[in-house]
C-alpha cells in the first residue's frame, strides 16, 4: 500500500483560525498554541495560559520563564493546599496543571547553567508524579540504562490490554516534552496498547538533568529502549510500534533503518533531511558563508543574530541541545541529519502524518514519503481539519482519531 491521502480533502476558502497570532513569534506563538492544545486532557486551562500570554514580552525568554513558572507555581501551591485538606481529586488535577507550566517555563529558555533549568525541570516531574500517585492514571516513571547515564520515560500500561499486548514507544523533538503529548498515550492505552515515552539525549530530563545532548544516530538511543522495553512484562515482541514528532520525524525513521524490532513506523511530521531544511530556512547568504569556512559562516551568523531576535534564539537553543559551541560546528552535525540515501531501507509499514501548514519542515513529509520503499502512507491534513500545523497543534482530538485509525489493525 503507497497511498498519499490529504483527509478529507474539500475546498476551503478564507483565512483559518491559525492566522490569528497570539504573540507576533513564529516559535513562542507555536509553543503557546501547545500548551493551550492540551486543554482537551486537563493538562492546562485556557484562561491560566491566557493569563500567562499577556505578560511574556516579545523575543523575551526571561519573561518567558518567569510568567510560566509564577503560574505554575500558583497551581502548585492550590494543589498542595488541597491535598492537605483532603481533596484528592482537585489536587491531582492542580499538580497535573503545575507539572504542564513548569515544563512549558523551560520550553523557550537557553540558559543551561541557570540553577532554574535543573530546578524547574525536576519540580515538573514531582508534580506530575503526585498527580500520578492522586489520580491513579496508569503511569510509571522508569530509568533506561543508556551508556553511563539513563533516559527518563514513563509506562503507561492499558486497563485494557490482554495478554502479551503492543507496546508504542515515542518521543518527542527538540523543543517539547513526551508528557506533553497526552493525546498519544492517552488513546493508546484507551485502546489496549501499552505506551513507552521516552526522553531522548537533547530532551526534557535527559539534556536538562542528565546533560545529554542529542545525537544524529538515533538507533544508538532507541536500540537500548528497545531491550529495556522487551524485558517489561505483558509485552508482544512481535508488536512494537515507533512514533517520533516533530524533530522526531528524522529521529524515529533514522533508528527504523537500523533496529529492525520495530514492526511499525510513525513520523510527524516526516523528514528526509533535516539539515538540508534547516538550511533552507536560514536563506542564501548563510548558506553561502558555509562554503567560505568556519571562520566566514560564524561572522556571517553573528551579523544575522543581531539583526534577527528569533534567529539569536534558535542559535542558542540549537547550540546547548547538540552539544557544540558555534554556528559552523552546529551546522557540520546537523547535516548529519539526513536519511538520503537509507530511508530505502526502513522495513515496518510507516505512516507519515503532515499538514498543509506546517511550519518548520515545509515539504521534508513528501520527500521522505517518496524515499520509502516499504508499506506507506502519507496522510496530510488540510484546513477543513482545523488540524494542518505542525505535529496538529491545536487539533489534538483529530490527531488522535487520525493515529489511531491508521494503528488500528496493524499493530
Known amino acids: 500500500m503507497t497511498d498519499s491521502i490529504t483527509w478529507p480533502n474539500p475546498s476551503f476558502p478564507g ?37 500567562v500570554a499577556r505578560t511574556i514580552r516579545l523575543h523575551d525568554e526571561e519573561s518567558w520563564v518567569s510568567s510560566w513558572s509564577a503560574m505554575a507555581r500558583t497551581l502548585q501551591g492550590r494543589a498542595e493546599d488541597s491535598e492537605r485538606n483532603g481533596h484528592r481529586i482537585s489536587a491531582g488535577d492542580q499538580y497535573l496543571r503545575a507539572s504542564t507550566y513548569w515544563r512549558a517555563s523551560l520550553m523557550h529558555f537557553t540558559e543551561p547553567e541557570d540553577p532554574r533549568t535543573r530546578e524547574y525541570a525536576l519540580t515538573s516531574y514531582a508534580c506530575y508524579d503526585k498527580y500520578l500517585e492522586l489520580s491513579g492514571y496508569p503511569g510509571e516513571r522508569l ?4 551508556e553511563d547515564s539513563f533516559l527518563p520515560a514513563y509506562l503507561y500500561r492499558s486497563p485494557h490490554a490482554t495478554g502479551p499486548a503492543p507496546l508504542i514507544i515515542f518521543h518527542q ?9 497526552r493525546w498519544v498515550y492517552d488513546n493508546a492505552i484507551r485502546r489496549g496498547y501499552h505506551c513507552l515515552a521516552v526522553q531522548g539525549p537533547g530532551q526534557g530530563m535527559a539534556l536538562r538533568v542528565n546533560n545529554l545532548p542529542f545525537r544524529y544516530d538515533w538507533e544508538n538511543v532507541i536500540t537500548p529502549v528497545v531491550d529495556f522495553a522487551l524485558e517489561l512484562d505483558g509485552i508482544d515482541p512481535e508488536r512494537l510500534a515507533l512514533m517520533g514528532l516533530s524533530f522526531g520525524g528524522y529521529l524515529a525513521p533514522r533508528a527504523a533503518v537500523f533496529e529492525k524490532r520495530i514492526k511499525l513506523l510513525i513520523a510527524d511530521p516526516g523528514v528526509l533531511d533535516w539539515g538540508g531544511s534547516i538550511r533552507q530556512n536560514l536563506g542564501a547568504e548563510l548558506s553561502a558563508a558555509f562554503d567560505q569556512g568556519p571562520e566566514a559562516y560564524n561572522a556571517a551568523s553573528a551579523r544575522a ?68 520503499t516499504c508499506e506507506k502512507e502519507y496522510l496530510v491534513l488540510d484546513e477543513s481539519t482545523t488540524a494542518q500545523l505542525h505535529c496538529q497543534n491545536g487539533a489534538n482530538a483529530t490527531a488522535a482519531e487520525s493515529l489511531y485509525a491508521w494503528i488500528d489493525g496493524r499493530l
Not at 173 to 181: H, I
Request: proline share 5%; aromatic share 10%.
Open 143 to 146: 530509568e533506561i540504562p543508556y
Open 305 to 372: 543574530q543581531e539583526v534577527s531576535p528569533l534567529h539569536a534564539w534558535g542559535i542558542r537553543d540549537f547550540l546547548w541541545k547538540h552539544g557544540v559551541d558555534n554556528p559552523y560546528d552546529l551546522t557540520v552535525e546537523l547535516d548529519k541529519c539526513d536519511l538520503t540515501g537509507i530511508a530505502d531501507q526502513i522495513e515496518c509499514p510507516t505512516l507519515i502524518m503532515d499538514g498543509v501548514t506546517e511550519l518548520f519542515s515545509v515539504g521534508e513529509g513528501q520527500k521522505l514519503f517518496e524515499a520509502l
Open 15 to 51: 483565512p483559518t483560525w491559525t492566522s490569528h497570532q497570539f504573540i507576533d513569534d513564529v516559535v513562542m506563538d507555536d509553543q503557546l498554541k501547545h500548551h493551550i492544545s492540551m486543554m482537551f486532557y486537563g493538562m492546562s486551562d485556557l484562561g491560566e495560559c491566557l493569563e
Open 173 to 181: 523533538g527538540r523543543d517539547a516534552w513526551p508528557e506533553d503529548t
